[in-house]
Each structure stands twice: as structure tokens, then as C-alpha cells.
């Protein structure tokens, strides 16, 4: 990874801002009793996260299959992030997608809670990585 500075670190800043929003969303959605919800943000907040990752390199994409496959094999398998950033990524997925899709499908308090928090640790490791390299 090259330590240059891209041309689009407003778009990277705008990532990091849907992020940092989305968690608020999840915490407020948590807090209503809204699980399945906030785990949606949860992950939505990991997505946007990941995805100010690939604008540094000019890759953010759209797709979530694509943005965690490159998530992983840019800045997990180079050791830029440690493996369980991207297990973090993948179970909450998983579970946002459970979430969505499995009418049937409910969330208690302490996965949710558990999520959201590994969710901000996601984020909070991302900004950082992005404030050392002058980014943010």
C-alpha cells in the first residue's frame, strides 16, 4: 500500500461520517428495543467503514459480497487489519442478513449489544488507521 495521499479523501471522510452515523442509529434502535434493526446498522456502519478502506485505493464498490472480499484480501491478508476485523465483519453480516431476511428471526439484547460494540470497534480501528496515515 502506497503512502500517498488519494484525491478523494472527502469521499473517504463521507464514508467515515455514514459510519460514525450509523452507530448512533444502531444505539438508538437498541435502546427502543428495535434488535434486528440496530444490527442492521451495526453492519451498515462496518460497510460504510470498510468502504472508506477501498477509497484509499480508489475501490469502494457497492456490492457487500465485493466490499468484504476486498476488505479482506487488501488490508486483512497484507496485515494491515488483524484476521479478526474480518471475522468481525463476516459474523455481523451473517447476522444482518439473518436479520432481514429470516421473518422468524429475532435478536436479544446481548448479541445486539455485542454487536454494535464490535461494530464501533471496527470503526474506531478504521478511523484511526486512517488518522495515522493523515486521511482524516
Known amino acids: ?8 479523501k472527502d ?3 463521507q464514508y467515515i461520517e455514514n459510519a ?3 452507530l448512533a442509529v444502531a444505539e438508538q434502535n437498541a435502546q427502543s428495543g428495535f434488535h434486528s434493526s440496530a444490527v442492521n446498522r451495526a ?3 462496518i460497510f460504510y467503514a470498510a468502504n472508506a478502506m477501498l477509497a484509499t485505493i480508489g475501490e469502494a464498490r457497492s456490492k457487500h459480497s465485493g466490499v468484504i ?6 488490508f486483512v491478508r497484507s496485515g494491515e487489519f488483524p484476521a479478526e476485523m474480518s471475522d468481525i ?6 447476522n444482518r442478513q439473518r436479520g432481514d431476511y429470516d421473518l422468524g428471526m429475532g435478536f436479544d439484547e446481548e448479541l445486539t449489544a455485542a ?3 464490535d461494530a464501533r470497534r471496527f470503526v474506531n ?8 496515515k493523515n486521511l482524516l
Open 43 to 45: 453492519y451498515y456502519a
Open 125 to 132: 480501528m478504521v478511523k484511526q488507521w486512517l488518522k495515522e
Open 1 to 8: 500500500m502506497k503512502d500517498t495521499v488519494p484525491e478523494n
Open 11 to 13: 469521499e473517504i471522510r
Open 69 to 74: 472480499s476486498l476488505f479482506r484480501n487488501r
Open 20 to 22: 460514525v452515523e450509523m
Open 115 to 117: 454487536d454494535i460494540e
Open 89 to 94: 465483519y463476516g459474523r455481523i453480516m451473517d
